[in-house]
Nanobody
């Protein structure tokens, strides 16, 4: 099993910034992709960003391109999400995902691991 712990969520005004972190522990595998999804109240969980193990492949949802940046530190099994120019519509619970096999597509799979989520609230 892989355990994921997110941190860094909170309340911020529109236009502000937050940095989320997610650390993986347990039976971690080298060569695994890591990324972020989010779920707003009453909505489906949606893809935000993903980064491959070596960092050669990175994808962002159109809604966050140019504002969010995903990075990772493989030595620490940690992925980060720097969120700038936040908007009220970014308000959601943000979930970290860990993907053995280095999958970087936007669709979840049964083999993915998930964190418990961290709340991000952007006030207008």
């Amino acid at each position: 099993q892989v355990q994921l712990v997110e941190s860094g969520g909170g309340l911020v005004q529109a236009g502000g910034s937050l940095r989320l972190s997610c650390s993986a522990s347990g039976r971690t595998f080298s060569g695994s992709a890591m990324g972020w999804f989010r779920q707003a109240p009453g909505k489906e969980r949606e893809f935000v960003a993903i980064r491959s193990w070596g960092g050669t492949t990175t994808y962002y949802a159109d809604a966050v391109k140019g504002r969010f940046t995903i990075s990772r530190d493989n030595a620490k099994n940690t992925v980060y999400l720097q969120m700038n120019s936040l908007k009220p519509e970014d308000t959601a619970v943000y979930y970290c995902t860990y993907r053995p096999g280095n999958r970087v597509g936007p669709d979840p799979a049964p083999t993915d691991y998930w964190g418990q989520g961290t709340q991000v609230t952007v006030s207008s």
